[in-house]
């Protein structure tokens, strides 16, 4: 028997979802806000790790083609004193296959493969438990019913309020991300600096990561400690304006804003003037104020309707978000794919959920610890985490 699914989101969740679902011939509908793939930018590179990520793209029979594609020699991390002294400087066995990186966009595309989604599908509402099953509505009016619905849809999810009330709170710490394109060319000394991985930079309250992508691409993280609107007040809540010379607010909508560039210069202010170089040589400045779902969100089981990834478990960004979506995508679809029945598919999306939220429960509790030891008035506890988590 064929269970009519949609799946609300083609991320890192909703897309692992289709496609092992597809590996198992089962029909899904994949409905997708964005109205193309290349719509935005895909966003900076992620480590797939074995027991995670990988797992989960074994499940969809795409390991090799990952293989090909990743970067093992990313996973390597140098850490910087603020003054630009070494710290630490890690480098992975060649043989090292356990975390390594992956540009978003070339992991959506090996996703997508045969897939076909229904791009510029936004949708506002899921309303579980009509007469012909869940349904669905969409930005443009139209609406649509489902056996199930599995809300793969992100932070802000719009499958969410169909189980529960939870929202996303400010977590204290936000990021500004920027990019410098053609480093090896452009800028060998930040090329040298970043090396084949990150390169990461903690001070009191606030750090500096560079990542390096594929093709010479490297994302640049300034994070810090400040509240949601500090970019309204610089002087008021953080201190800027008058070593800064800056006026008081910041147009977050103007990405190229050379004051925001400004800002964070002043910001990490008496850093080594290498460390700061990736700030002023970044192109564009995106503004990340980094939200959080309470830990160990869970919801009273709603027949029809589910949640994957983001949209069940939002935590910090230590490198497991992409990860568990996609093992949980993998997971839900396996389960849904050996139901014969609709009774035997509700105790399948119910046994999942229970798996999950142990799962994600346990790693929102490390994620949130780890961010305030990241982003913390002790630059050392940043070190010290990098030492308990890093294989040596
Ligand atoms: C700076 C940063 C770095 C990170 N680094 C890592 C890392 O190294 N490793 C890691 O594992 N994780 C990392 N993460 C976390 C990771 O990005 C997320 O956990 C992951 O993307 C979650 O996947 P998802 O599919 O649940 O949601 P998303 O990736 O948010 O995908 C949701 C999809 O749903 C679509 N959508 C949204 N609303 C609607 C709607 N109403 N209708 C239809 N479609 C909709 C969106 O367009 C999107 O395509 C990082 C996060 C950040 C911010």
């Known amino acids: 028997m064929r269970h009519r699914i949609a799946v609300i989101g083609g991320g890192p969740a909703g897309l692992t979802f289709a496609r092992v679902l597809h590996r198992h011939d089962h029909p899904v ?8 793939p290349d719509a935005r930018p895909p966003g900076g590179t992620l480590d797939l ?4 990520g990988q797992l989960a793209l074994g499940k969809a029979g795409l390991l090799a083609e990952f293989q090909a ?14 003054d630009g002294t070494v710290l630490r400087d890690w480098q992975p066995r060649p043989d090292d296959r356990a975390n390594p990186e992956i540009d978003r966009g070339q992991l959506r595309d090996l996703l997508l493969g045969p ?23 969409f930005a443009d009016g139209r609406q649509e019913t489902f056996d199930l619905v599995v809300g793969a849809d992100g ?4 499958v969410r309020p169909a189980v529960s009330s939870a929202t996303p709170h400010y977590t204290g710490v936000t990021l500004v991300e920027t990019s410098l394109d053609d480093v090896d ?20 309250n606030r750090g500096l990561v560079a990542q390096r992508n594929s093709g010479g691409h490297v994302k640049v ?3 810090f400690r400040a509240p949601l609107d500090w970019h309204t007040d610089l002087d008021r809540h953080m201190g800027l304006r008058r070593r800064a010379g800056l006026d008081a607010g910041l147009d977050l909508a103007d990405a190229e804003a050379e004051a925001m560039r400004s800002s964070l210069l002043a910001l990490f202010d008496g850093w080594a003037a290498p460390v700061l170089d990736l700030l002023r040589h970044g192109t564009a400045f995106v503004h990340r104020p980094l939200y959080v779902l309470p830990v160990s969100h869970t ?12 949209a069940a478990h939002l935590m910090p960004p230590l490198g497991v978000g992409a990860n568990l979506a996609m093992l949980e995508g993998a997971e839900l679809a396996e389960s849904v794919a050996a139901a014969p029945g609709p009774g035997d598919r509700d105790e399948a999306v119910r046994a999942f959920e229970e798996q999950m939220w142990a799962r994600a429960g346990r790693l929102a509790k490390i994620t949130a610890a780890g961010l305030e030891r990241l982003v913390s008035p002790d630059p050392t506890e940043a070190l010290a985490l990098f030492d308990e988590v890093q294989p040596s």
């Not at 509908?29 to 193309?36: G, K, Q, S, V």
């Not at 076909?116 to 509505?137: F, H, I, K, M, N």
């Open 29 to 36: 509908t994949i409905l997708e806000r964005d109205p193309a």
């Open 49 to 52: 790790h074995e027991n995670l």
């Open 69 to 82: 594609l990743s970067r093992p020699e990313g996973q390597a991390m140098r850490i910087l004193d603020v």
């Open 115 to 137: 897939l076909d989604v229904r791009w510029g599908s936004g949708v506002t509402e899921v309303v579980p438990g009509t007469r012909d099953g869940v349904l669905v509505r």
């Open 155 to 158: 932070a802000w999810s719009r």
């Open 185 to 204: 060319t452009r800028h060998p000394d930040l090329a040298r600096l970043i090396g084949d991985g990150s390169v990461a930079v903690y001070g009191v």
């Open 221 to 223: 993280y300034a994070q």
């Open 299 to 310: 919801w009273a089981h709603v027949p029809g309707v589910t949640l994957l990834g983001d």
